[in-house]
């Protein structure tokens, strides 16, 4: 139980970092971290998957992995 409690904050917390802006200026608004890193990705994996779903699917993957792996350092 506790377990799966650490996990669900975590990923909350991976959420709330991810959506922070990635060039924040006057509040604008604009790309949020998370969606900055999965179009850097998507661009990438367009190319080696060739399909738009699968690698969109990849993007997002990759990219909670790599916030995940930021914020635990």
Known sequence: MREEYVE???EERLRGVGNLPVFPFNNNGGLTKREY???QLLA???N???DI???SKAAVEYTDSL???LNSK
Request: hydrophobic fraction near 45%.
């Open 8 to 10: 669900k904050l975590n």
């Open 37 to 39: 890193i999965a179009t």
């Open 44 to 46: 990438s994996l367009i």
């Open 48 to 50: 080696t998957h060739g």
């Open 53 to 55: 779903d699968l690698a």
């Open 67 to 69: 916030i995940k792996q």
